[in-house]
């Protein structure tokens, strides 16, 4: 099996059980970061947003091309973003959550009037930190 096909398997099998691990009256402690940084996103908070990644995060797109590494690059890239576009606006379709990975599908509005779009992120949580993100692309976009 091709490995882009394997992980579309795999993300799907995730999702199929997501709702499940969705309902659990009680939030894993690997949630918080991811949980944190999205409400920074959306209030378009840099300080509070990247408070919730490591010094040394590395953040990659798939497959496995390392776009950025470390706190200050992702301070700067998103404060940029955050500062560009106001309308700005991230809402979870579905949230998988397995040991120390947090798997989001999520709804992106980059500007009001324009369709939002499709983004996976995959979130690996150590001491209570984000260490690693990987951006899946839909093949549409």
Do not use: W
Request: charged letters at 25%; hydrophobic letters at 40%.
């Amino acid at each position: 099996m091709k490995p882009k096909r394997h992980l579309l398997t795999l993300l799907l099998s995730f999702f199929a059980m997501s709702a499940q691990s969705q309902n659990k009256p009680d939030t894993p402690a690997v949630v918080k970061p991811v949980q944190l940084q999205l409400e920074a996103y959306n209030n378009r908070d840099i300080d509070a947003f990247a408070k919730a990644f490591s010094d040394t995060v590395k953040v990659y797109r798939q497959p496995g091309v390392l776009t950025y590494q470390g706190r200050d690059e992702l301070h700067s890239r998103y404060g940029a973003m955050f500062a560009a576009t106001p309308d700005l606006h991230c809402e979870i379709v579905n949230r998988i959550i397995a040991g120390d990975v947090v798997i989001d599908h999520e709804k992106v509005q980059r500007q009001k009037g324009q369709p939002r779009t499709d983004a996976i992120a995959v979130y690996r949580v150590q001491d209570g930190l984000i260490v690693e993100v990987t951006f899946i692309p839909p093949h549409n976009q």
